[in-house]
């Protein structure tokens, strides 16, 4: 009986492989997943921006005083680890920060977790506030850690920080002042001196945070909020979505003109069901958008929401009703 080439890929575990070394790496990868489970090392992590959970065999533990704690670890190819990934262990109540990753021929990831030791929070300009784990160590040299003048005596201490990447933490800039102590009555003042973005720019990346103490301020900077600096946020307003007439576009009508009666740019948001979504269109200029309906009389009776959206954070929104032609 003669069989096709399919029949004995399959029978070799090689469906889909159409060299030999792609037979080669998925019986290799087969095995690894086969394996991957059967020890008691493997641990469930959950990823502190995504919330989604990953498993990690954990190969190695280890501490050093300049590294603090860290776990080498193996992830199957179907689970990548990135440069920066900040994980945390449920069952210890501990947060991990990947410094080290790497592909190994396309089959699984090895790399290494740092345990982190201390939280970084700080407010951006519109109020909003921030909180990450950072892995922090003393990079105090060279000095006493004092300085001293005429006026007062100040300390010097400054700390490294390492943190993951992204818009958040990108966007510090110098002279940013946070609390960084376990002194939760006379904590001390830092302010970053240097946010080193390229050095670590792998995958996601990573960010070292360069922090120097600074003098507490108490007039602006709240303990009880944990923030430097710290302001209320100024309540979001209301945005006004003007327009002729009724709010209400006709199916097979003209499309129709609605303004965001702010001096501030918007973003514009149609929220609409799947249905909608075929037949309804919008162009948007500026602060004025243009929202027309194709000839469908199945959405005749239904609503579609209109929402606006500033820098600021204020929001507008309005509910339009789809009605039949004149």
Same mark, same amino acid.
């Given at each position: 009986?003669?069989?096709?080439?399919?029949?004995?890929?399959?029978?070799?575990?090689?469906?889909?492989?159409?060299?030999?070394?792609?037979?080669?790496?998925?019986?290799?990868?087969?095995?690894?997943?086969?394996?991957?489970?059967?020890?008691?090392?493997?641990?469930?992590?959950?990823?502190?921006?995504?919330?989604?959970?990953?498993?990690?065999?954990?190969?190695?533990?280890?501490?050093?005083?300049?590294?603090?704690?860290?776990?080498?670890?193996?992830?199957?190819?179907?689970?990548?680890?990135?440069?920066?990934?900040?994980?945390?262990?449920?069952?210890?109540?501990?947060?991990?920060?990947?410094?080290?990753?790497?592909?190994?021929?396309?089959?699984?990831?090895?790399?290494? %977790? +740092?345990?982190?030791?201390?939280?970084? =929070?700080?407010?951006? $300009? #519109?109020? !909003?506030?921030?909180?990450?784990?950072? /892995?922090?160590?003393?990079?105090?040299?060279?000095?006493?850690?004092?300085?001293?003048?005429?006026?007062?005596?100040?300390?010097?201490?400054?700390?490294?920080?390492?943190?993951?990447?992204?818009?958040?933490?990108?966007?510090?800039?110098?002279?940013?002042?946070?609390?960084?102590?376990?002194?939760?009555?006379?904590?001390?003042?830092?302010?970053?001196?240097?946010?080193?973005?390229?050095?670590?720019?792998?995958?996601?990346?990573?960010?070292? %945070? +360069?922090?120097?103490?600074?003098?507490? =301020?108490?007039?602006? $900077? #709240?303990? !009880?909020?944990?923030?430097?600096?710290? /302001?209320?946020?100024?309540?979001?307003?209301?945005?006004?979505?003007?327009?002729?007439?009724?709010?209400?576009?006709?199916?097979?009508?003209?499309?129709?003109?609605?303004?965001?009666?702010?001096?501030?740019?918007?973003?514009?948001?149609?929220?609409?069901?799947?249905?909608?979504?075929?037949?309804?269109?919008?162009?948007?200029?500026?602060?004025?958008?243009?929202?027309?309906?194709?000839?469908?009389?199945?959405?005749?009776?239904?609503?579609?929401?209109?929402?606006?959206?500033?820098?600021?954070?204020?929001?507008?929104?309005?509910?339009?009703?789809?009605?039949?032609?004149?």
């Amino acid at each position: 009986m003669i069989k096709d080439t399919d029949y004995y890929r399959a029978i070799h575990n090689a469906t889909g492989c159409k060299k030999r070394k792609d037979m080669e790496v998925n019986t290799i990868y087969k095995r690894l997943k086969r394996d991957f489970y059967k020890t008691l090392d493997v641990e469930t992590f959950t990823n502190f921006i995504t919330g989604e959970s990953i498993d990690l065999n954990i190969n190695k533990q280890s501490r050093s005083d300049v590294a603090g704690y860290q776990k080498d670890f193996t992830s199957l190819i179907t689970a990548p680890v990135k440069h920066g990934d900040t994980f945390y262990d449920e069952d210890n109540k501990v947060y991990w920060i990947c410094t080290e990753v790497m592909c190994k021929s396309n089959l699984y990831y090895d790399g290494k %977790l +740092t345990r982190c030791n201390n939280f970084l =929070k700080w407010q951006d $300009d #519109s109020g !909003k506030v921030f909180e990450y784990p950072v /892995f922090d160590i003393n990079s105090t040299q060279y000095n006493s850690g004092v300085q001293s003048d005429k006026i007062m005596t100040l300390g010097s201490t400054q700390h490294m920080l390492t943190i993951t990447a992204d818009e958040n933490t990108i966007a510090l800039e110098h002279d940013k002042r946070f609390f960084s102590d376990r002194n939760t009555k006379h904590p001390t003042v830092f302010k970053l001196t240097q946010n080193d973005t390229t050095a670590l720019n792998y995958d996601k990346g990573l960010l070292h %945070l +360069t922090i120097t103490e600074d003098e507490y =301020k108490p007039n602006i $900077d #709240s303990i !009880k909020n944990w923030l430097c600096d710290y /302001f209320k946020p100024k309540a979001s307003q209301s945005i006004e979505i003007t327009y002729t007439g009724n709010p209400i576009i006709r199916v097979g009508g003209s499309a129709k003109t609605f303004t965001a009666n702010t001096t501030e740019t918007v973003t514009w948001e149609l929220v609409t069901t799947d249905i909608q979504d075929k037949y309804i269109t919008m162009t948007t200029t500026d602060n004025k958008c243009k929202i027309k309906c194709s000839n469908n009389e199945l959405l005749i009776g239904s609503s579609i929401k209109l929402k606006c959206t500033d820098v600021n954070g204020n929001i507008g929104e309005l509910l339009i009703d789809i009605v039949g032609g004149v």
